[in-house]
C-alpha cells in the first residue's frame, strides 16, 4: 500500500476521513481478525464504510475474502458461498451468519479476492482474483493526482479497479457518495473536489437527463471513464462537449477476463489494428466473437490462455464494433438478421436521443419484429411525431427490416443496481 | 373490429414506413408496397387492441394478393377467434 496520506470523503459520513476509517475498522474488528486468517470470509457490507473497511482489514490480515452489500446475499446465494467454503460475516451487527450449508475452508488462498458477477444472465457465479490481477495500474507511475466519484456497488470488479487506483496510487482520493442519490451525490460532488469518474454509459446518460448542462460544464472534470456496457460514439460526442479538456477514455473489462482494452482517442469500438498480431497479440477474432488474453485475468484464467467474451464484434472500416452478447445479439426478422446494439448505437446518434434500448418482438409470420424503448434529452421531450421522426432518421442507417415497429418512451434511464440498462 | 378500422391500421402501419396510404381497396399488396413485416405488425397492433392472440390458417394466407385479402384474412381470424 502507498505510504501517502489517502484521501477519502464519505458523503454519508463526514466525518470519516482515513484515518478515522482505519481506526474504526480497527476498533471493531481488530480482535477477531486472527480469526479470520486461516478461513474463506465474506463480508456482508451494510454501506460503503463497511466494504472500505473490509478492504483495509483484508490487507491487513492478509485474508481470503469477498464482500457484497448484505441485501446481494439471499439464502441462494449465502448457500453457494458456504459450499465454495466462505463464512459469512455481517458487518452491522459483528457476527457470522448462519447458513443451511456451513463453509467448511479446505482451500484457503491469502490474498485472494472473491467477487459476484451481477448476475443478469442468471445466478450470480464467483469469479476469483487476487490483489495482484486486480491493480491493473500497477506498472505506471505518477497518475495524475484525481479525485474519485465512486458511482460502483460494493465489491464488483468495477467497484475494486477504483479501490486498487485508491490503495496502490499516490494522489487518489475517493468521493464516496450515498448510495441512494446516486446523481444527486455526482452534481454536489463536483462542487466539492471531484474531477473524475468512472462510470457507465447509462449512468452518464441518467446525469444527462436530470441535471441542467450548465451546471455540469462548471465541474472543473479532467478524467472520465466509461465501461461496463457497450460505450457507443454519441456518449462519447456528448461527454466531449460538455467537458472539452477532460481526457475521455472508455474500457473494455469483465470480472473474468479483466481489463483488457483502454481506447482513448474518442472514438467507439476499439482499433481494427489491435486484432492484427494475431497469437502474438492480446485480442482476437473467431466466429464474429472477440477472444481475449490479459493478464489482469481472473485466477481461474491463466494469462497467457485465450478466452472467449461472449461478447459479438463486427469490423466496419478500421474499426472493431461491439454488437452485444452472443445468444441474445441478434434479432431474427422473417430469416433477415437485426442487431440491437447496431440499431441502439444508430438511435442515439439522433441528437434528441439519450437512451435506447431494442429488443425482440414475437411475432406471427415472421418471427420477431424489433420494437424499441428511448429516452428523449430534455429538448426532445417535446418532439411531435418522435416515432415517425426516428423511424425516418434509423431508415437512413439500418436495413429497412431492423426499424423498430413499436416505440416507448420513457420519461427515465431504468438502471440496474450495476448501473446497467 | 370493423373493415375501417383494419385497414385504417393498415395504412398507419404504411405511413409509418414512409410509404403512401391507400383507400383502394383492390390495390395489390406488392404495388401498395404492403410486406410480410407490415402484415406481422398489423396482426401485432390488432392483439394489442383486442387482448388476445389471432390463430392464422397458413393456407388462407398463401391466397392474400390485394389490400382488400388483407382485410377479408384479418376479418376472419377475428372472427374465428371469438367462436
Known amino acids: 500500500m502507498s505510504t501517502e496520506a489517502k484521501t477519502l470523503h464519505f458523503v454519508a459520513r463526514p466525518d470519516f476521513g482515513f484515518e478515522a476509517l482505519q481506526a474504526d475498522a480497527t476498533a471493531r474488528f481488530g480482535r477477531i481478525l486472527p480469526e479470520w486468517r486461516g478461513t474463506r470470509v465474506f463480508f456482508a457490507c451494510g454501506d460503503g464504510v463497511d466494504a472500505l473497511q473490509a478492504v483495509l482489514l483484508a490487507r491487513l490480515g492478509d485474508l481470503d475474502m469477498g464482500l457484497a452489500p448484505a441485501r446481494r446475499l439471499t439464502s441462494d446465494v449465502r448457500d453457494s458461498l458456504a459450499s465454495a467454503g466462505f463464512r459469512i460475516f455481517d ?26 458477477t451481477s448476475g443478469t444472465t442468471g445466478a450470480p457465479k464467483l469469479i476469483e482474483h487476487d490483489w495482484g490481477t486486480l491493480n491493473t495500474l500497477g506498472g505506471e507511475r505518477g497518475y495524475p493526482r484525481r479525485t474519485w466519484f465512486v458511482p460502483y456497488q460494493p465489491g464488483t470488479y468495477a467497484w475494486y479497479q477504483m479501490i486498487c487506483l485508491w490503495l496502490f496510487q499516490d494522489g487518489q482520493a475517493l468521493f464516496v457518495p450515498d448510495e441512494h442519490d446516486l446523481v444527486g451525490g455526482f452534481v454536489s460532488s463536483l462542487a466539492r473536489g471531484v474531477d473524475a469518474v468512472s462510470a457507465t454509459p447509462t449512468f452518464m446518460r441518467y446525469v444527462l437527463l436530470t441535471t441542467e448542462e450548465q451546471e455540469l460544464r462548471r465541474a472543473k472534470m479532467q478524467t472520465l471513464t466509461l465501461g461496463g456496457e457497450i460505450v457507443d460514439q454519441a456518449i462519447l460526442d456528448r461527454l466531449s462537449h460538455l467537458w472539452p479538456g477532460s481526457t475521455l477514455r472508455h474500457i473494455y473489462a469483465s470480472t473474468e477476463v479483466g481489463a483488457a482494452i483502454v ?142 415497429r413499436f416505440w416507448e418512451f420513457l420519461d427515465v434511464v431504468p438502471a440496474t443496481p450495476s448501473l446497467k440498462s | 373490429m370493423s373493415r375501417i378500422e383494419i385497414l385504417a391500421l393498415i395504412n398507419k402501419v404504411l405511413a409509418a414506413n414512409g410509404r403512401s396510404e391507400t383507400r383502394d381497396e383492390d390495390v395489390a399488396i406488392r404495388d401498395a408496397g404492403f410486406r410480410s413485416l407490415d402484415f406481422s405488425e398489423v396482426a401485432l397492433r390488432i392483439e394489442d387492441k383486442l387482448d388476445r392472440e389471432l390463430h392464422f390458417e397458413a393456407g388462407s394466407m398463401r391466397r392474400i394478393a390485394t389490400i382488400k385479402d388483407v382485410i377479408d384474412f384479418f376479418e376472419n381470424a377475428i372472427s374465428a377467434d371469438v367462436d
Open chain 1, 91 to 116: 458487518m452491522a451487527s459483528g457476527e457470522m451468519l448462519e447458513s443451511a450449508q456451513q463453509g467448511t475452508s479446505l482451500d484457503v488462498v491469502p490474498g485472494r479476492v472473491s467477487m459476484l
Open chain 1, 263 to 404: 481506447v482513448q482517442d474518442g472514438r467507439e469500438g476499439f482499433p481494427a489494428a489491435l486484432l492484427e498480431r494475431g497469437d502474438a497479440g492480446r485480442l482476437q477474432l473467431k466466429d464474429g466473437r472477440l477472444l481475449v488474453r490479459s493478464k489482469f485475468a481472473s485466477r481461474s484464467v491463466s494469462g497467457s490462455e485465450w478466452v472467449e467474451t461472449g461478447d459479438l464484434v463486427e469490423v466496419v472500416g478500421d474499426r472493431v464494433l461491439f454488437r452485444g452478447r452472443a445468444g441474445s445479439a441478434m434479432i431474427n426478422v422473417g430469416g433477415m438478421k437485426a442487431f440491437p446494439a447496431e440499431i441502439e448505437a444508430a438511435l442515439l446518434g439522433h441528437p434528441e436521443v439519450l437512451w435506447a434500448r431494442v429488443r425482440a418482438r414475437r411475432a406471427p409470420l415472421v418471427g420477431s419484429l424489433p420494437t424499441a424503448q428511448v429516452v428523449l434529452t430534455p429538448s426532445g421531450a417535446g418532439l411531435s411525431d418522435a416515432e415517425r421522426q426516428l423511424s425516418d432518421f434509423l431508415r437512413a442507417r439500418v436495413p429497412d427490416h431492423a426499424v423498430p
